[in-house]
């Protein structure tokens, strides 16, 4: 399938002097001071940062930019330096290395990227006792205007109260003018309900008078939600302007075509087309020595998957200084691109944001987002092709001889993938207005805690915060409220009712931004090999999965694994469950489940001690769920000894508990029977 170039207008403004903008840019400056709110749906590459953050410094505000990873966050720290440059403004940046110096003041702008690591070496340097204090001292004193680039996990935790003088945090948040949230379709589930509750939160608090946010593949029901809670201005690209003139070509011609894969022969497949390509990949490369330049990038789901992957290419003949993963807690030269590099190996960190040019794109997706996302990796500076990993359907469709527009394509592939969505309707849950709830009863409990507020106080803002989750659940709720008010009430006894449920208690002292079952820092002796930092973060199951000789060196302390060229059985042990608990959220600490372990290959490892199953929420759920449209990756399911059923921890519980409740009448057994 051939995917036409895009091409937009670019036009002179009279507020900036020599710049021209794309109409979308030149759009939201012009309205920027007339309205409180933006969503701007504008293609991959065209400009969406540049759009957002020229009035603010043009303006001189304060701005909190929300970026979903770290890796984007690092990515987009120069993207905002040039900007800023652009306007002619000068700028004071705090980073590892100067943030003990004074500020100078003669600069126009005080910029900070703020992530965990980062505070954990303020916190450490300046003899903190906890990274609360840390960011309070980053953000609490600063004069000049201030753009702060941080992770939604960083303003969770402040809205939640975590942080030490977390309230004095938020305070000093307050002089925030405007919040931009990018790639806000990213979220889904659980973090979906976390940032639609912390924007209406930072609302009510005076935090960020002005919301802009920012999406290349947005989907419906999360921007349905977005406008009942923001009644927002929205700006949309969606065709191309290739009968006007002074036209720049946003994204060049791309073929598509699809190889039908399974998840023990993917990996395969990959090699198989990257051996395929070799040749050419370095005939490519010896043209083209630019740093910025690979030939050839392939995004996976797991990072185990790429350190898999790396370790069997290198055995087939390449070498190391050829390959280039990107993953968390990587050393930044060790992600640097060099002029012998043939292949790019990433996982969704650089899905978003993150700009390459390359000539092949080999990558899966399970969801209409995520699909434009990684697709939109090639294509960005010159013509390219992708290669989709999918099944047999997926294979055939993008196997068609269609010629189409980047805009036919994009709904193309929101037909496609439609029932692969950001589980928006979880929002409306009873589950999903408790994730919510947990927000606003952290600033209860607060309030309930704080001795130098008299009675007469108390009661006054204890009806504040109950009367904003009450506007929050009519907002979100919106034609349902009448039918369905019931339901917040319902959330609200759930915190009370410690003796008859357990689990929400288990969850609300164990509250996240994100869903995920639990990760790990693990020691991988072969990244030791290649001269790499062999810390690395990955997800439990894939180490599980994919590890060999999992252990534990107790002279390091530390979890450590030889590779992850192994394949193996991960299970969990329990064999006599009681299928009437099917679907209800159960916890790990009772006298049933207190003894659960994760199994490799129907063996303990030291890693099956490490996950912490304690006082863990958990839902036990028919093996036939998996044949359901909106059961996917997400739910990390784990295999239980009966072989009959499935288990998931975390915070995906409670979606698949709405999602079974709702859906359990469809879902038969092999033997035709019927599960509820």
């Not at 002089?175 to 924007?199: A, R």
Request: with cysteine; hydrophobic share 40%; glycine share 4%.
């Amino acid at each position: 399938m051939e995917i036409k170039e895009f091409k937009l207008p670019r036009v002179p403004f009279n507020g900036l002097k020599g710049i021209k903008l794309y109409p979308h840019q030149k759009e939201l400056f012009e309205k920027f001071n007339k309205q409180k709110s933006f969503i701007l749906i504008t293609p991959t590459g065209s400009g969406k940062t540049m759009a957002a953050a020229l009035p603010i410094f043009f303006y001189s505000e304060n701005a909190l930019f929300i970026y979903p990873t770290n890796a984007l966050i690092e990515n987009q720290v120069g993207s905002i330096l040039k900007i800023c440059n652009l306007l002619g403004k000068s700028y004071h940046f705090v980073n590892e290395d100067n943030f003990q110096d004074k500020v100078n003041l003669n600069k126009d702008f005080v910029i900070i990227k703020i992530d965990g690591p980062f505070l954990e070496k303020v916190a450490r340097t300046m003899r903190y006792k906890t990274k609360g204090e840390a960011l309070n001292y980053l953000i609490s004193n600063n004069i000049k205007p201030t753009i702060i680039l941080t992770n939604p996990d960083i303003l969770y935790l402040i809205m939640i109260l975590s942080y030490r003088k977390s309230a004095e945090i938020a305070a000093s948040l307050q002089k925030i003018d405007t919040i931009v949230c990018d790639e806000f379709h990213i979220y889904s589930g659980l973090e979906l309900v976390n940032i639609l509750t912390l924007i209406f939160l930072s609302q009510k608090l005076n935090i960020g008078r002005r919301k802009i946010l920012l999406s290349a593949t947005p989907d419906n029901i999360s921007l349905d939600l977005l406008k009942s809670l923001l009644s927002p201005q929205i700006i949309q690209v969606k065709k191309d302007g290739s009968k006007q003139r002074d036209l720049y070509t946003v994204s060049h011609k791309v073929n598509i075509s699809g190889i039908e894969v399974d998840k023990d022969n993917k990996l395969n497949k990959i090699i198989n087309i990257i051996l395929e390509h070799e040749k050419e990949m370095r005939e490519k490369r010896e043209i083209n020595n630019k740093p910025d330049y690979v030939p050839t990038l392939v995004i996976l789901n797991s990072v185990v998957e790429i350190i898999k992957l790396e370790d069997e290419l290198l055995k087939r003949g390449f070498q190391q200084e050829e390959i280039v993963p990107i993953r968390g807690l990587m050393d930044k030269s060790e992600r640097k691109i060099k002029d012998r590099t043939l292949a790019v190996l990433g996982t969704s960190a650089i899905e978003i944001g993150i700009d390459f040019s390359c000539d092949y794109l080999i990558f899966e997706a399970s969801e209409a987002s995520s699909f434009l996302q990684r697709f939109g990796r090639v294509g960005r500076h010159k013509e390219g092709k992708a290669i989709l990993l999918g099944d047999y359907r997926e294979a055939e469709i993008m196997n068609s001889n269609k010629q189409i527009s980047r805009g036919e394509f994009t709904d193309f592939i929101n037909g496609i993938y439609e029932v692969h969505n950001a589980f928006g309707w979880f929002v409306k849950t009873k589950t999903g207005l408790f994730v919510a709830y947990t927000i606003f009863k952290r600033f209860l409990d607060a309030i309930d805690k704080d001795y130098n507020l008299d009675k007469e106080r108390k009661e006054e803002l204890n009806h504040t915060f109950d009367n904003w989750f009450e506007e929050y659940g009519k907002i979100i709720l919106n034609e349902d409220y009448e039918k369905c008010k019931k339901d917040l009430q319902y959330v609200k006894n759930l915190l009370k009712r410690w003796g008859y449920y357990k689990w929400p208690k288990i969850f609300y002292e164990n509250l996240s931004f994100r869903s995920s079952l639990q990760s790990v820092d693990i020691y991988v002796k072969s990244e030791e090999q290649k001269d790499r930092n062999p810390m690395i973060n990955a997800d439990a199951l894939s180490i599980f999965k994919y590890g060999n000789n999992i252990k534990w060196n107790d002279r390091e302390k530390r979890l450590e694994v030889d590779n992850f060229l192994g394949k193996h059985k991960v299970s969990m042990n329990l064999e006599n469950l009681d299928y009437n608990d099917y679907g209800e959220i159960l916890v790990t600490d009772n006298n049933e489940l207190s003894e659960i372990r994760i199994k490799q290959d129907d063996h303990f490892t030291p890693l099956s001690y490490i996950i912490d199953l304690d006082k863990q929420i958990i839902i036990f759920l028919p093996k036939e769920i998996r044949n359901h449209a909106s059961f996917d990756w997400r739910f990390q399911p784990l295999w239980c000894d009966d072989r009959k059923s499935i288990a998931i921890i975390g915070g995906m519980v409670l979606i698949a508990h709405e999602l079974y409740n709702e859906k359990a009448h469809n879902l038969g057994t092999s033997d035709e029977t019927i599960i509820f």
